[in-house]
């Protein structure tokens, strides 16, 4: 057994190494893929995308809100990933009475490389893992400095919502050049095209997720932001904290700093 400790401080003993691995994480299920665990993972969520074939050949145990146990435990999987923010506490806690669950906490870039580390250590990728995090700094590092534009980054519709200083998007926001107006909140504040308007952004993105923002919502918001600059952006690339980090700095790069350099 291994003694791993999670991003909640607690302490899991994990099989060294698992071999059925139960993902509750879209990104998480993306990174133990491109660690090279396809073989290892036993379970997925159906918001578990990316690489898409997986939903066919691996069980899908319900969604990130909901799991279905019996599925749960007709894997009898020797270690499951959850998250604190994606997963919810009461099913993440009944299963820790029976299963190995390590959660994750992930809310800035460094948090999402210690992920990494971790879970290179307990499933013995160690070395798939290193150079993952080694690629992920290096590009990082070829996002230019800019001055940042004010911004909102809207993921909800009914009711409106946007992210606080304490979230993951937060900090991708500011490492992509945009300065959340938002910052003083916390979490995922309830707001209103109104409020928002008030806060004179100089740029509103909308996430294609959790809610899927289309063309036809710039129209809507323009109704009251008027000329203040709205786009449609990847939500994965500010939001998914596994292997996606790889490709985040090449799309900032293309796809958000151009609209920095317009306002400019």
């Known amino acids: 057994m291994a003694i791993s400790t999670d991003q909640l401080g607690r302490t899991v003993l994990i099989p060294a190494p698992p071999q059925k691995i139960i993902s509750l994480v879209p990104s998480i299920t993306e990174l133990l893929y491109a660690l090279g665990l396809e073989d290892r993972i036993a379970g997925i969520t159906r918001y578990c995308i990316f690489p898409d074939h997986l939903l066919r050949e691996k069980t899908v145990v319900g969604g990130t809100k909901k799991t ?33 669950v390590w959660v994750s906490d992930v809310t800035c870039l460094e948090d999402a490389l ?21 690629t992920i700094q290096a590009r990082f590092k070829t996002i230019p400095a800019i001055q940042p534009l004010k911004g909102a980054y809207l993921i909800w ?20 050049g945009i300065r959340n107006v938002f910052g003083a909140e916390k979490r995922y504040p309830v707001t209103t095209p109104e409020a928002i308007a008030a806060l004179s952004p100089d740029v509103i993105l909308l996430s294609s997720e959790p809610y899927p923002f289309r063309a036809e919502h710039i129209t809507w918001l323009k109704e009251t932001l008027g000329d203040i600059p709205v786009h449609l952006v990847d939500g994965t690339y500010f939001s998914w904290y596994g292997s996606r980090l790889l490709d985040a700095p090449a799309y900032f790069r293309s796809d958000i700093l151009p609209i920095i350099n317009r306002k400019e």
Request: glycine letters at 4%.
């Open 157 to 176: 519709k009914d009711p409106v919502m946007t992210i606080g200083n304490d979230t993951f998007i937060h900090d991708m926001m500011r490492i992509a």
């Open 68 to 100: 279905v146990p019996e599925r749960i435990h007709a894997i009898a999987p020797d270690l499951i990933i959850a998250s604190k923010e994606e997963n919810i506490q009461a099913e993440v806690e009944a299963y820790a009475q029976q299963y190995p």
């Open 114 to 134: 210690q992920l990494i580390q971790s879970i290179g250590q307990f499933t013995g990728t160690m070395s798939a893992a290193t150079q993952m995090i080694e």
